[in-house]
């Protein structure tokens, strides 16, 4: 979840503002976000970063701008948590995971965290094989060129198929463990629907034939719908479309 920024005093930013430019007339920022800055209104990062460069002073940006996302905002310190309590639920005694699946792109990196700091041994944490699957929409995969060695994961539960996601596996997965005694995780950072996690875990009990108890899931955020299981039975076009309603920590679908 971005944060965002809000002006300190008003009236030291539109004095400053004024010794250079006219009301709205402000480089690289829109005049609607330009009026809401001035009236101390939230805006993102980057807005706040182009209206403090346009102001061309030397007084610092932390002097002119706070932070103002809410309590409930994702910073470093809950990721860094989270990833601690994700690691030491599945790689703990409790479940001991011996297998990873996770996503590529940047969805990857909290996995790794996780399994770096809920893995006790360096040595351990070398041994775990991760399998990493690409997860996109219907309308990309259509136009992507497909890498061989993938088994294709068509969400065709959904209607619609603007909403519908297509997930690659890696078929490593299964000649590597023919006998199925894989633990296997699955860390995502971020889950919404639960339609790509329902994907998965269709595959891995389906398809491959491993028992539900031997697998579990680790997330950093989750909506809350996803958390109390209604993506298996509502409409992921009628989920609600902010992500208002987030949990952090570790989740279990095991049985």
Not at 7 to 18: C, F, P
Not at 109 to 128: K, T, V, Y
Request: overall charge positive; aromatic content about 8%; charged content about 25%.
């Amino acid at each position: 979840m971005r944060s965002e920024f809000r002006a300190k005093d008003t009236e030291e930013i539109r004095r400053l503002r004024a010794q250079l430019y006219e009301q709205g007339d402000i480089p690289e920022v829109p005049q609607q976000t330009a009026f809401r800055i001035e009236n101390g209104r939230r805006c993102k990062r980057d807005r706040a970063k182009a209206y403090y460069r346009a102001l061309q002073t030397e007084i610092p940006f932390e002097d002119l701008f706070e932070l103002a996302t809410d309590e409930d905002y994702y910073g470093w310190g809950k990721v860094s948590q989270a990833a601690l309590n994700v690691g030491t639920y599945l790689f703990g005694a409790q479940r001991e995971a011996t297998a990873v699946i996770c996503h590529s792109g940047p969805s990857m990196i909290f996995p790794g965290l996780a399994m770096a700091m809920g893995i006790p041994s360096d040595n351990a944490r070398l041994a775990i094989p991760v399998y990493v699957g690409m997860q996109m929409t219907l309308r990309t995969f259509k136009q992507a060129r497909i890498p061989s060695d993938f088994k294709v994961l068509h969400d065709k539960k959904v209607e619609d198929p603007e909403y519908q996601c297509v997930i690659l596996m890696p078929s490593a997965l299964e000649k590597d463990d023919p006998r199925r005694k894989y633990k296997i995780a699955i860390i995502d950072d971020i889950i919404m629907t639960g339609n790509g996690l329902r994907l998965v875990k269709d595959y891995l009990i389906g398809t491959c034939g491993y028992k539900p108890s031997r697998i579990s899931v680790g997330c950093c955020v989750c909506h809350a719908t996803t958390a109390a299981r209604h993506d298996e039975t509502t409409p992921y076009e009628k989920l609600p479309r902010r992500p208002a309603l987030l949990v952090l920590g570790a989740l279990s679908w095991s049985e």
